[in-house]
C-alpha cells in the first residue's frame, strides 16, 4: 500500500522514499499555486507527526508541487467566503496552523524548504520556520499583507527581522513588492539558488549531508538555533491570532480579499476612499458607527449608529 492510499491525503503529497531516510512533504494545490485550506494544514500537520516518529525518517522536505508556487499562504477563497463572514472562526483554524509551525521546528530533525516556486504571505513562515532553504533561480518572495488588509499571521513579523535584519523585515512587511532570488540569497533567506532544473539534486546534497553527521548533534543545534524564534513566537502570536479573529470581517481585509482575489482589481486603498475615510475621522472596523441602535417596530437590536433605517425590516430609526 503507498503511502498515498494510507493516508488518503487530498492536497498534500507524502513520499517516505523520497530519498534515503528523507521524507518529503508536498502542498499538491498546484492550481491555487499551493495555498493551503483548513483541511491541508490538518493534512500537513498528519505527516509532520507521522515523519516525526518514525525512525527511518531522518530528514524532512517541504514543498510546493510543480514549478509556479512553494506556497501563497491560506487559500484566500476560504478566507473571503468563510472567515469574513464568520471571523470568530478564525481562532479556531489557528489551531492546526500553530500546530504545523511547531511540528517543523520541535520534531528533532532537520527540516529542508525545497522552494520551487512563488513564495507569498503564510508560504513565507512556512519557509522560515524551515531550518534549510535550497531555491530554485525563478522564485519570488513577497509579504502581501498591507495589500489585501491582512497583517502576518505568524513568522515573516517575527521572524524575518531575525533572519534577515529589520529594515529588510521593514521593506518586504511595508512595501509588500516582490524580491528575487538573488536578493533573498544576498539577505540570507535562503542558503542556496540554482537553476529549477538542479532542485532537486541540490536539495538531495544537502540532505546526503544532513544524513553524514550525528542526529543527536544536530538535534541539539536546532532545539540552540531555534531559540529566538520560540522566544519571539511564545511573545507574538497569540496578539495575531485575536488581530485576525478580529479584524477578518471588518472593512479593510473584506476589500482587500474580495477585490484583490476575487474580484481581480487592485485594492488600493487610496481609491476604495478609505484613506479619505481616515482623514475624516473615521474607523473602518465601525464605518457606520458604533452598534448600539435597536429597531422600535421589529426590535433588531445592534445596528449601527448612523443608520437611518433598520437593516432588518427598513422601519425609519430614531
Not at 516582490?178 to 532542485?199: M, R
Request: glycine share 8%; hydrophobic share 40%.
Amino acid at each position: 500500500m503507498s503511502e498515498k492510499e494510507k493516508f488518503d491525503f487530498k492536497d498534500i503529497v507524502y513520499d517516505k522514499q523520497w530519498y534515503t531516510h528523507t521524507a518529503l512533504v508536498m502542498i499538491n494545490r498546484p492550481q491555487r499555486l499551493n495555498a493551503y485550506t483548513l483541511n491541508t494544514l490538518r493534512e500537513l500537520c498528519r505527516a509532520m507527526e507521522d515523519a516525526m516518529w518514525d525512525d527511518n525518517i531522518q530528514v524532512i522536505v517541504i514543498t510546493g508541487a510543480g514549478d509556479k508556487g512553494f506556497c501563497t499562504g491560506g487559500d484566500v477563497i476560504e478566507y473571503a467566503e468563510v472567515y469574513t463572514r464568520k471571523p470568530s472562526d478564525f481562532y479556531k483554524w489557528f489551531d492546526p496552523y500553530f500546530r504545523f509551525f511547531d511540528l517543523i521546528r520541535r520534531c528533532g530533525k532537520p527540516v529542508v524548504a525545497r522552494v520551487n516556486g512563488t513564495v507569498a504571505g503564510g508560504g513565507n513562515e512556512i519557509h522560515l520556520a524551515c531550518d534549510l532553504s535550497v531555491a530554485a533561480d525563478h522564485v519570488r518572495f513577497i509579504q502581501p499583507g498591507p495589500r489585501v488588509g491582512m497583517t502576518s499571521i505568524g513568522g515573516a513579523t517575527q521572524w524575518l527581522p531575525i533572519t534577515v535584519g529589520i529594515r529588510r523585515a521593514a521593506w518586504m512587511c511595508f512595501i509588500s513588492d516582490f524580491i528575487d532570488a538573488k536578493t533573498a540569497l544576498e539577505w540570507g533567506l535562503v542558503n542556496q539558488v540554482v537553476p529549477y532544473s538542479q532542485l532537486d539534486d541540490a536539495v538531495k546534497k544537502v540532505c546526503r549531508t544532513l544524513l553524514s553527521l550525528s542526529p543527536s548533534s544536530l538535534r541539539n543545534a536546532k532545539i540552540h538555533i531555534n531559540l529566538w524564534k520560540e522566544w519571539i513566537w511564545a511573545l507574538t502570536t497569540e496578539h495575531c491570532r485575536e488581530w485576525f479573529s478580529a479584524h477578518a470581517g471588518s472593512v479593510e481585509p473584506s476589500v482587500g480579499m474580495w477585490h484583490y482575489f476575487k474580484e481581480k482589481r487592485g485594492p488600493d486603498y487610496l481609491d476604495a476612499g478609505i484613506r479619505e475615510f481616515l482623514a475624516k475621522g473615521g474607523d473602518p472596523r465601525i464605518p457606520y458607527g458604533p452598534y448600539l441602535k435597536t429597531c422600535p417596530k421589529c426590535g433588531a437590536k445592534y445596528l449601527p449608529e448612523k443608520f437611518k433605517y433598520c437593516g432588518v425590516c427598513g422601519a425609519p430609526l430614531e
